[in-house]
């Protein structure tokens, strides 16, 4: 039993050591988070592997060539998240001028926006400013309003660089695993995996928080006014109960809501 608790202090204590301090502000420690090395490559690398290959509306003559329905639906969804991406994009440069230095990692200073073949909703993004979303979330023709705030959270995810701050403590704890606890391989990446879970669920909720606040400013200085926002929110159909995007925009899409509410 004591060695139990031993271990559950020691993968705190790890993963408080890859946030760079628990009871540190994130947007105070930050800078010594995200500075490490290979913490971005180690980002845009787990996005690859999390995210489907960009979505294609032309008809190349493959067997499973979309009907032409689904092809005119695709090419809508496409040009109106390119439509609101460059809205948020120049939303973006006006509330930060020095975006190529808050996000080093920002190719040519802009988000590279896009649609990733996917059956249940979702979106995600890197730490070089890629957003991905799926398919489904055009299939329910959204509000501009709507899908707006969708991509709004994911670029405030980028540009307050919590990509790389995870991908820091997932690289700080591995490290640590490997210098301090003897034995397999596999024993060592358990208990990796371990503290970099607790090292992102005791972040997820602040960092959350955060993104909501950069995405409420994206909007209304992208032209978004946010009660048209929340109201589209209200409107929009109800979400999946299950999977962990839909439980974290619902939680999202509450705190525009009672910041409205608040207004």
């Given at each position: ?128 400013g890629r957003i991905a979303l799926n398919a ?21 995810h980028v540009i307050a660089r919590h990509h ?100």
């Open positions: 039993m004591m060695a139990l608790v031993g271990l559950k202090r020691f993968l705190v204590m790890a993963a408080c050591l890859g946030m760079a301090g628990c009871a540190t502000p994130p947007t105070a420690s930050r800078a010594r988070v995200v500075d490490m090395p290979l913490a971005s490559a180690h980002a845009d690398i787990s996005f690859s592997l999390a995210t489907g290959s960009r979505q294609n509306a032309a008809c190349d003559g493959k067997l499973n060539c979309p009907g032409q329905s689904d092809r005119a639906e695709a090419t809508r969804f496409n040009r109106q998240v390119q439509r609101i991406a460059g809205a948020l994009q120049q939303g973006a440069d006006q509330l930060y001028p020095d975006l190529a230095q808050r996000v080093p990692g920002l190719a040519a200073s802009r988000f590279d926006v896009y649609v990733v073949e996917g059956a249940e909703p979702g979106s995600a993004s890197s730490a070089n489904a979330l055009g299939t329910g023709q959204p509000y501009d309003d709507w899908l707006a705030f969708v991509i709004a959270r994911e670029m405030g790389e701050e995870n991908s820091a403590a997932s690289i700080a704890t591995a490290v640590v695993m490997n210098i301090v606890i003897p034995g397999s391989g596999l024993l060592k990446s358990l208990v990796s995996a371990g503290g970099s879970g607790l090292a992102s669920s005791g972040k997820r909720d602040v960092q959350d928080l955060e993104a909501d606040a950069i995405a409420s400013r994206l909007l209304e200085a992208a032209g978004f006014r946010l009660r048209d926002v929340s109201l589209s929110l209200r409107l929009a159909p109800a979400l999946p109960n299950e999977g962990q995007w839909s439980n974290n925009f619902r939680r999202s899409s509450h705190n525009i809501l009672s910041q409205v509410r608040k207004s």
